[in-house]
């Protein structure tokens, strides 16, 4: 069952341009949303969060989009780079006892120059 | 301030074999887990450590162990590797309780043969 889902595997967005990777999840429980971007061969890095209280974070280029009646959320960042380039994971926690993280599958994104 | 830390980044073990994994959090940090990666299955939780008390363990075989020291250093241990065991094994720390930004070491790649 997955409860965390990104549904698009890839993205390619010229550079300049705004990048939209969305994420839905199905557990009502989840309270606190976080997207990292990953390379490969190397750990995840946190990039911005977001508790279930708010509807919208924003640091720098990135701004994180809460919306908890559809259950989704998305990333942008504006504008887009070539160093963006990577698979940016949305996780999920039922904040309340623990830390555990539920992963989306990843979502490939390429900025053209 | 240094990262999370973990070692060793590579390794090569043979079916049947045992193997422990190292991760050195972030200073201050009492709130460790761990996750694997694998190409079919993602990000996958499988236990997560705080004040040298396991919190909370994922869906994993009880091959699958780990413990944490009053340093809050962690270790993680799996016993009769399988071929299906090979990833990358990456640690995370957390600076707080629960539902905080968690940050990634590089991982441990594992392969078994």
């Known amino acids: 069952d997955q409860q965390v889902k990104q549904n698009s595997p890839s993205l390619s967005v010229q550079e300049g341009r705004i990048s939209i990777l969305n994420c839905d999840y199905t557990?009502?429980?989840?309270?606190?949303f976080l997207w990292y971007k990953k390379y490969p061969a190397e750990g995840p890095t946190f990039l911005i969060s977001?508790?279930?209280?708010?509807d919208k974070n924003e640091d720098g280029r990135f701004t994180v989009f809460l919306n908890k009646s559809a259950k989704h959320l998305s990333l942008h960042i504006v504008p887009s780079q070539p160093g963006d380039s990577a698979v940016y994971f949305c996780?999920?926690?039922?904040?309340?006892?623990?830390?555990?993280?539920?992963f989306g599958t990843g979502t490939l994104l390429a900025v053209q120059p | 301030k240094a990262g999370v830390t973990q070692t060793p980044r590579y390794l090569i073990k043979t079916r049947g074999q045992q193997v422990t994994l190292s991760c050195s959090p972030i200073?201050?940090?009492?709130?460790v887990s761990w996750y694997q990666q694998t190409p079919g299955q993602g990000l996958q939780f499988l236990f997560e450590?705080?004040?040298?008390?396991?919190?909370n363990k994922g869906n994993f075989p009880g091959r699958f162990s780990g413990r944490q020291f009053s340093n809050s250093r962690s270790e993680m241990n799996v016993s009769t590797l399988e071929l299906g065991d090979s990833a990358l094994y990456l640690c995370?720390?957390?600076?707080?309780?629960?539902?905080?930004?968690?940050?990634f070491g590089p991982g441990t790649r594992l392969t078994v043969t």
């Open positions: 995370a720390s957390s600076p707080r309780g629960v539902g905080i930004e968690q940050y």
């Open positions: 557990n009502s429980m989840f309270d606190y």
């Open positions: 977001i508790s279930s209280i708010k």
């Open positions: 996780a999920a926690s039922d904040s309340g006892a623990t830390n555990k993280l539920i």
């Open positions: 200073s201050g940090h009492r709130s």
């Open positions: 450590y705080f004040s040298e008390t396991q919190r």
